[in-house]
């Protein structure tokens, strides 16, 4: 049975990370670029979203993306950083994304240790901003599974259809704009997990 990521859960964790680290609502605005009001949404359950928000909340709190996208009931893979994850497709995470246009299927939610986040991602062209990209840290590939879809990066634009990748820095703008019908493609996320950004910052 596939485990859902709740907007209410996520949001209480959200909530709870912030003020276990004594920041303000305002302090984590400045830190992630994003509204006061927006983040208020986000603890009290009232928006779900996107992946690359959470990127950015995640790294903003000091904690791996992981941490936000446990399932509930989900203790990760924390016992054993080296453990191998098996994940059949029943038990898949879904990412509630209410009002995104995107389904998100996190394949890797339940190992807390990793440096890259995979995810199985469906999109519709009618369900698509045109103009809204996202913006995260780090590096993020692709691989498109079916369908056809424009790929903006920057001021980049690649065609892409089964079988294409892409691999792009993620701190740029970047979107798909879906030409017709389903598209659904492999996104991987990948970001310095916290101890190495800890020692970058350090350095």
């Known amino acids: 049975m596939k485990k859902t990521t709740g907007a209410p859960l996520m949001g209480q964790l959200v909530r709870r990370l912030r003020v276990r680290k004594g ?14 009001g927006f983040l208020s949404k986000i603890e009290n359950g009232k928006s779900s979203p996107p992946i690359a928000t959470l990127l950015r909340v ?19 893979s924390a016992k054993d950083p080296h453990a ?20 998100y299927f996190a394949l890797a939610a339940r190992r ?28 993020e590939f692709i691989f498109v599974l079916e369908g056809r879809m424009d790929y903006k990066v920057g001021q980049e634009n690649f065609h892409l259809g089964p079988g294409d990748s892409l691999y792009f820095d993620s701190s740029r703008p970047h979107a798909p704009l ?6 659904t ?9 916290r101890l190495e950004r800890g020692k970058h910052s350090r350095e």
Do not use: C
């Open 112 to 139: 807390l240790h990793k440096a890259m986040e995979p995810f199985l991602i469906t999109v519709r062209p009618e369900d698509v901003n045109p103009r809204k990209t996202f913006q995260h840290p780090g590096e």
């Open 58 to 76: 995640a790294e903003a709190l000091d904690v791996d993306a992981a941490v936000l996208l446990q399932p509930p009931g989900g203790n990760g």
């Open 23 to 36: 920041l303000r609502l305002e302090d984590l605005a400045r830190n992630t670029g994003f509204t006061k």
């Open 185 to 193: 493609f492999l996104a991987v996320f990948y970001a310095p997990p």
């Open 178 to 183: 879906p030409k017709k019908g389903l598209v």
């Open 84 to 103: 191998s994850l098996h994940v059949t497709p029943a038990r898949r995470t879904l990412v509630e994304n209410r009002g995104t246009g995107y389904d």
